[in-house]
């Protein structure tokens, strides 16, 4: 019979897991411990906006119309535990309050309250992303509390998936890491992915400190490649060169790659930045801190863009916020996503409102989630209206929508025609020749 899989923890992450997993045909209970979410999820309702999850709940959800019944949620961890063969611990690993280091709080706390309640064999799988030594420290844990003693193993299996394409990374995923400490957790994890293993995605096999290090050292490289192309992007600055051309350019370098080279304010999300803050902290930890001290500088390039473009917007108003009036495009940390956790676009129009200037927001997905980070900035029920009356637009997340938006419409409407485009995004010869001016972060002005 098929393994019954549990997903502990229901966010991005675990709802995503839990809905892909019964798309896959598995038997799949969800656990969290937030009651509202569970109540969502219970009804088919996803508590995120994530582009197909809807859908996919609805196609599983116990209860729907049509649905295939495989899936349901709880929060009860008897249940859960009782339930499950395999369990997928995705709870939350934010940064520290006031530390670089991960905070393992969650995770322990779903860790001890599933292994007291282990009562039959069952593999624990981990898939937050933790610091390297985490899995083998909660391997002796898990031991040391699970009534079923060594019938309760664990192995970590590290998530890659990118917010705004979630569903689709999760079903296909680009590549299956699996730390394991036997051949019998490897058997159940190739047959919980068979099915993406078949259509060939690569399955690897490693240990718990490789697993774990596989996501940071992803996250690490992808952060260093956009802060190396917005470093390129001050130089650019300084010297009256185009990043823009400059990134196409050394993108044809099939070493290179044209990918994540589009320079901007920065990265931001629930992962990137505590990813490889908590890595540095782990590194010093482990007396390596020498190895990742470049990850420091990558930070400053990253949060520097955020401050330059409030230089930029300060400039294109005169010399003070004071009393101008500030159209923020773009409220979540990229396309595709509501997440606006470390969002670069809300955190410059909150420095940008902190300095005096009356800042409306709009997105379209990202709206809730930033009225409640940031109540006092003003926001809109679209583009449009954000930008009525306004000095100077911002565009700060790259969402088609704002790609397709009529510069003629939105001059007519808006107070003065300066447009900063905080993502080079935007076609600036089009809004140019609706009478704009077009600034980008690291091109020269015409
Ligand atoms: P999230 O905050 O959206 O979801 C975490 C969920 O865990 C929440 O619903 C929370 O209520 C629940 N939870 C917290 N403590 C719990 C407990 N003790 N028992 C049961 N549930 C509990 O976070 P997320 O973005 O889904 O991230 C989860 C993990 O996955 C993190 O380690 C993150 O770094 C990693 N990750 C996230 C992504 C992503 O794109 N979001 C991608 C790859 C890896």
């Known amino acids: ?53 809807q859908e996919l709940l609805r196609r599983h959800v116990e209860g729907i119309e049509g649905a295939s019944g495989r899936l349901r949620f709880t929060r009860d961890w008897a249940e859960a535990a009782d339930f499950g063969d395999i369990h997928f611990v995705c709870v939350n690993t934010p940064q520290k309050q006031g530390e670089y280091a991960c905070d393992m709080s969650y995770v322990n706390a779903a860790m001890d309250s599933l292994a007291k309640e282990l009562r039959r064999p069952a593999l624990v799988v ?11 420290r909660i391997a002796a844990r898990i031991a040391a509390l699970a009534p079923a003693g060594d019938g309760v193993e664990l192995a970590w299996n590290p998530e890659f998936l990118r917010e705004g394409f979630a569903v689709a990374d999760t079903l296909h995923p680009d590549r299956i890491v699996v730390g394991v400490r036997s051949a019998h957790a490897e058997k159940l994890l190739r047959e919980v992915y068979a099915t993406p293993v078949a259509e060939g995605s690569p399955f690897i096999v490693t240990d718990f400190p490789t697993a774990e290090l596989v996501k940071t050292a992803a996250n690490s490289f992808l952060a260093t490649k956009i802060s190396f192309i917005n470093a390129m992007a001050e130089i650019c600055e300084a010297s009256g060169g185009d990043v823009v051309k400059l990134a196409e350019a050394i993108g044809h370098d099939e070493r290179i790659g044209r990918k994540f080279l589009r320079a901007g304010i920065g990265f931001g999300g629930g992962c990137l930045p505590k990813d490889i803050r908590a890595f540095m902290a782990r590194a010093g930890e482990l007396g390596a801190d020498q190895a990742l001290t470049f990850l420091r500088e990558i930070d400053s390039v990253n949060m520097r863009r955020r401050g330059r473009m409030v ?136």
Not at 17 to 38: P, Q, S, T
Not at 127 to 136: H, R
Not at 329 to 349: E, H, Q, T, W, Y
């Open 126 to 136: 981990g898939k937050s992303t933790v610091p390297v030594g985490s899995a083998e």
């Open 311 to 446: 230089e930029m917007a300060r400039d294109a108003v005169g010399d003070s916020f004071l009393g101008t009036r500030v159209a923020v495009l773009g409220a979540a940390f990229k396309p595709d996503s509501d997440d606006v956790r470390d969002s670069p676009a809300l955190n410059v129009a909150g420095q940008i409102h902190l300095q005096g200037a009356q800042v409306t927001v709009y997105d379209p997905k990202g709206m809730d989630n930033a009225r409640r980070v940031f109540p006092t900035l003003g926001y809109a029920p679209s583009a449009l209206d954000a930008v009525r009356g306004a000095d100077v637009v911002l565009h700060l997340t790259e969402w088609s929508e704002f790609r397709d938006l009529d510069p003629e419409e939105l001059g007519a409407a808006a107070g003065r025609r300066i447009l900063l485009d905080g993502r080079n995004a935007l076609d600036a010869a089009r809004w140019r020749a609706a009478g704009w001016t077009v600034r980008a972060m690291g091109r020269p002005q015409p």
């Open 1 to 53: 019979m098929a393994p019954k899989i549990t997903v502990i923890g229901t966010g991005y992450l675990g709802a995503t897991h839990a809905a892909a997993m019964a798309e896959l045909g598995f038997e799949v209970l969800g656990l969290d411990v937030d009651a509202e979410k569970i109540a969502r999820l219970s009804r088919g309702e996803t508590p995120m906006y994530e582009p197909g999850l």
